[in-house]
């Protein structure tokens, strides 16, 4: 019973950050314009961040989209199907994509935040990798155990 709140909690909460998520990317060219009044840097380089940022945030939501999909199979107790292997591996790509969209802003203004978002995009794309592997082998034991009832 806890476990299946948790799971629903934790699906309200991707919902909730998919959504803001779209917002939060359809709003960037406002919201930089704005910040570029406060701060020189948003001012100089405001076309390539908003390319950046927007491109970011596609795939952000993206990761979103697939783990919501995934979500959606936890729910009806059914985790080890062909289509979270193949979310997990569209999530792996996702996640490169940002580490490499990411370090064009190196290009323009290097922060230590720009390092930490690389290298947790980087162990996010290896991680859904990895987990794609294993639930690619679970559901193929668990095909041949369905086989063999």
């Known amino acids: 019973m806890e476990n299946n709140k948790i799971t629903r ?4 909460l991707l ?3 998919f959504f803001a998520g779209i917002i939060v990317a359809a709003t960037i060219p406002l919201s930089f314009k704005f910040f570029g009044k ?3 840097y948003f001012e100089k380089f405001y076309f390539q961040l908003v390319i950046i940022f927007f491109i ?3 795939f952000a939501i993206l990761i979103l989209g697939e783990l ?3 979500f959606s199979t936890v729910l009806k107790d059914d985790c080890f199907v062909e289509s979270n292997v ?3 591996k569209r999530m792996s790509i996702y996640s490169f994509a940002i580490v490499a969209v990411t370090l064009f802003r190196l290009f323009i203004y290097f922060t230590p935040s720009v390092s930490i978002i690389v290298i947790v995009f980087l162990i996010a794309g290896l991680f859904s990798r990895v987990l794609a592997i294993v639930f690619d082998k679970a559901v193929s034991y668990k095909r041949e155990n369905d086989f063999t009832i």
């Open 68 to 70: 919501r999909k995934m």
């Open 9 to 12: 909690v934790t699906k309200l």
């Open 56 to 58: 970011s945030g596609v």
């Open 15 to 17: 919902d909730i950050m």
């Open 38 to 40: 406060y701060n020189d």
């Open 86 to 88: 193949i979310s997990l």
